[in-house]
């Protein structure tokens, strides 16, 4: 299990102008201690950027200043950390646990893998994010907003697993009629990049904080070439512009333009719940089950006092993506909705991965 540190010195630089609050609750004290801030995926991908970027703040803002640290525990697409965490018991604060939409969906879908229970824990922070598909740019030059010439070209695609959060991208791969082959059982979503790095997958795509960090550079560089974003939500739940990439068209626009693809039917209404669970509320903090409340309510302090912060908006945008941060009651909401889909969707997604994929959850 592999581990990053953060102390309260690498986050000065960054919000030096920020003028930070005070800590948020005198009754508890993380004098001298550490925090384990638990990722289920490996240091490369966009949740490993999550963690790392809310770290150092967090330390910032909970009472007595406390290292934290933030440990991988990658595997089964994120199901092996889920599992563990589902057994500890911690009644310190001292263990936090990050969830993605990779283990939301195997909850979903009821993965027999799946020995976790999302009602068990205690959500103080939630976050959104977005996601950006990219071509190589061989095959990129022939995108022109559509899909319609890249139906011929056999795609490899490195997958974490059927049932993860690469359910929206493969989905909407196959309403737009490409030949997407994934790759299964890469470990994060930045092993997919290295795969695409080293010319072992011809497309790809992260997770905004993972594009951010990785990706842009390959753009800039001319070596891959941005096809689609997932889009974002507005009041409405209609799928509009990611703020984070206002420039790059939704899979809504492309599937519009692109023939034999539909934004109404079975199809679309499957993918668009999933992504409504994977995206919108894709990043979950959670304390385990037992979490006494003071520190819990100092948990959700803390994360209230970084949403806070004057130049929280401009940095988060650089670092993880412009999208909601929701806290306390407003995470437990978003956990609610990041783990609940219709049963028509889930129903139309167990049948597409057995007969694509040879999947069956039983």
């Not at 948020?24 to 490369?44: C, L, M, N, Q, R």
């Not at 205690?122 to 890249?150: C, Q």
């Not at 306390?328 to 889930?346: D, F, L, P």
Request: charged share 20%.
């Amino acid at each position: 299990m592999t581990q990053f540190t953060f102390t309260r010195r690498v986050v000065l630089g960054m919000v030096a102008a920020a003028g930070l609050s005070a800590p948020a609750a005198a009754e508890v004290d993380f004098s001298g201690k550490t925090i384990e801030w638990v990722i289920p995926f490996s240091e490369t991908g966009g949740s490993a950027k999550w963690a790392n970027f809310f770290g150092p703040l967090l330390s910032e803002e909970l009472p007595g200043n406390p290292t934290v640290v933030v440990k991988f525990m990658p595997g089964a697409g994120s199901t092996k950390g889920a599992n563990w965490f589902q057994r500890e018991e911690h009644k310190d604060g001292t263990l936090l646990f990050g969830t993605s939409g990779s283990t939301q969906f195997p909850y979903l879908l009821g993965d027999p893998r799946v020995r976790y229970e999302y009602k068990d824990w205690i959500p103080v922070m939630a976050s959104g994010t977005g996601g950006v598909a990219y071509l190589n740019a061989e095959d990129g030059a022939n995108f022109d907003g559509t899909a319609n010439a890249l139906k011929d070209t056999n795609f490899i695609f490195g997958s974490q697993g059927a049932t993860r959060l690469d359910i929206v991208p493969l989905l909407a791969w196959k309403m737009l009629g490409m030949n997407v082959e994934p790759v299964f059982g890469i470990k994060g979503r930045g092993d997919g990049r290295l795969m695409f790095e080293r010319g072992e997958a011809n497309i790809d795509y992260q997770t905004s904080s993972g594009y951010l960090g990785g990706s842009t550079a390959l753009v800039e560089a001319g070596t891959a070439v941005p096809m689609m974003t997932w889009g974002a939500l507005d009041e409405d739940g209609n799928i509009v512009r990611d703020p984070t990439f206002p420039d790059i068209a939704t899979f809504k626009e492309v599937c519009e333009a692109t023939d034999g693809c539909e934004t109404s039917g079975e199809a679309w209404d499957a993918w668009k719940a999933f992504f409504v669970a994977g995206f919108p509320s894709q990043k979950i903090a959670f304390l385990p089950a037992g979490t006494p409340q003071d520190v819990v309510d100092t948990y959700v302090a803390a994360f209230e006092a970084i949403r806070s912060l004057p130049e929280f908006k401009q940095i988060a945008s650089q670092q993880v993506g412009d999208y909601p941060m929701f806290v306390g009651t407003g995470a437990s909401k978003a956990a609610r909705e990041a783990t609940t889909v219709s049963e028509g969707a889930k129903a139309y997604v167990i049948n597409w991965l057995a007969d694509d994929y040879g999947v069956t959850l039983k």
